[in-house]
């Protein structure tokens, strides 16, 4: 990888004297206003402003050079500026405080890839390292790359074949560089575009590419007909060493000891704007922080919008590190909302009772993902489970022992039959095509689903930030926090899995 040693960075104090043109609302946080109510609270989360506030985030990102958001570049910071901003603009209503995280990042990349000589459409992964090879013999790697095995001998000096599927992309390069490949190509194993994803974070291992299913099978099939192929490619990536902020945002009144705490990610990846991921769970929780603040809680409400969660979940992470156990244990539930507008979607809900996956969370988990079912089936709308496996923000939180939950709509799984005869939409291809791509911008949201989805989470907010009856206390004394360096029962691989994001 060739790196940038440049850090871009801006000051907190700077953030949050930034107002833009917004005026201040005047309201008092402590008297006068009435306790939230439900219907109306649900009812206040209207698609113009949902996508309102996607525009602006698309509009900021393509005001920038690089046409995106990402952690410590312009157009991230200027996605905390708005957060900020449109926050301010509430009065006195929140308490924004700015944390900063410093982490290395992929500002930009190429991706050049040619079989006996003519082009191939091809991708690269975050955290790839550079390389270039010249009319270089593909070898295949048999099954999914995943053990020793799999990797011939041949590999000496070649270029790898690999499928996608059943383990980190890391691992399989990993394997075929220790058998003495130059470089790897991995190939999608479903009919939604390149074979893409990161590989988790900076490494030593060979350069690898991301090809279509379609254009890795008949490559495969070539070589099992004994056909001689040979690849050139030229791949790169600068890295830098960047700064941005988590925003987040408490209500300064309501039971300080009894939290209901939601966040989203603000930054996207080098490839796009980022609008469904995530902007569209920025959008969802800003456009109910703004609504909320027509009304008073019993609870403490605090909002989140983390930074670098494309980097590993590494702003939430941060967050959850160096926040002392006993203020953690005020935390009632954390809510997570990561891609809620995909536009071949389904409503997913946190399986947080394990009843789909058979893996549960913190008691309160099972009860916030009935609230949730509860709230679908009101609306008359379908919804379906997705595996808890703490692969997103909330894996930190998970960690921590905090009860958790969220919605999603996908990203890069592949939608069933059965689930098209739920939702709509096509089989056999990715909840978001334009997953991690220049395409996710806001003509292909989904705006049913992002407005379903972002009134769930107001029903939430209204129903917990009132009362927390019925829901079981936090059983403090029994929990041990765990070291971040420990193995972890939930974010072991760091991003989510099937509807969601993946590693793998």
């Known amino acids: 990888m060739r790196t940038i040693s440049s850090t871009v960075a801006l000051t907190a104090a700077s953030l949050l004297a930034f107002t833009g043109s917004a005026e201040p609302i005047k309201r008092n946080a402590k008297y006068g206003l009435p306790l939230v109510q439900d219907k109306a609270l649900v009812d206040s989360i209207l698609i113009d402003d949902l996508l309102g506030c996607a525009q602006d985030l698309e509009d900021i990102a393509y005001s920038t050079s690089r046409r995106n958001r990402v952690h410590g570049t312009e157009g991230h910071l200027n996605s905390v500026k ?81 499928a996608r599927g059943n383990c980190t992309f890391i691992q399989k390069i990993t394997l075929a560089g220790e058998k003495g490949a130059i470089a790897a190509i991995i190939y999608n194993n479903a009919d939604a575009g390149l074979a893409a994803g990161t590989l988790g974070g900076v490494n030593d291992e060979i350069p690898v590419a991301g090809i279509s299913r379609a254009d890795g099978l008949r490559l495969a099939s070539q070589l099992s007909n004994g056909t001689s192929v040979t690849s050139s490619g030229e791949f790169w990536q600068y890295i830098a060493n960047t700064t941005s902020h988590n925003v987040i945002a408490h209500s300064k009144h309501g039971d300080a000891s009894n939290i209901l705490f939601l966040g989203a990610h603000s930054d996207s990846v080098e490839a796009g704007p980022g609008i469904n991921d995530n902007g569209s769970g920025s959008c969802g929780l800003l456009t109910i922080a703004k609504q909320l603040a027509n009304w008073k809680t019993n609870n403490q409400v605090r909002f989140a919008w983390w930074t670098a969660e494309e980097e590993g979940l590494l702003g939430s992470d941060h967050y959850v590190n160096i926040t002392a156990a006993s203020e953690l244990d005020k935390v009632r539930l954390y ?83 059965e689930e098209v005869a739920l939702f709509g939409g096509t089989a056999g291809i990715w909840y978001d095509p334009n997953y991690h791509s220049a395409k996710d911008n806001v003509t292909n949201l989904d705006l049913e689903a992002f407005e379903a989805t972002s009134r769930a989470i107001a029903h939430a907010v209204a129903i917990y930030g009132k009362s927390w009856e019925g829901f079981p206390p936090r059983n403090v004394t029994s929990l041990t926090r765990k070291s971040l360096g420990s193995a972890k029962k939930y974010g072991s691989l760091k991003k989510k899995s099937r509807r969601s994001k993946k590693l793998y």
């Not at 991706?111 to 955290?127: C, K, M, V, Y």
């Not at 993902?369 to 923000?393: C, H, I, M």
């Open 335 to 417: 809510l997570n909302f990561d891609m809620i507008a995909s536009p071949n979607y389904v409503l997913g809900i946190y399986d947080g009772d394990g009843s789909s996956f058979n893996l549960s969370g913190p008691p309160g988990s099972a009860e916030v993902e009935k609230l949730f079912e509860a709230w679908y089936e009101s609306q008359n709308l379908p919804f379906v489970a997705t595996e808890f496996n703490g692969r997103s923000d909330y894996g930190p939180f998970l960690d921590a022992g905090v009860p958790c939950g969220g919605l999603e709509t996908g990203a890069d799984g592949v939608k069933t039959e």
């Open 82 to 162: 708005y957060f900020v901003d449109q926050l301010n603009s509430l009065g006195d209503y929140y308490d924004i405080q700015l944390q900063e995280f410093t982490t290395e990042v992929t500002i930009e990349s190429h991706a050049e890839l040619s079989i006996n000589g003519e082009p191939l459409e091809a991708g690269g992964f975050s955290f790839g390292n550079n390389g270039t090879w010249t009319d270089i013999p593909l070898v295949t790697v048999v099954n999914l790359g995943c053990n020793a095995e799999d990797h011939p001998d041949t590999l000496s000096g070649k270029v790898a074949l690999i």
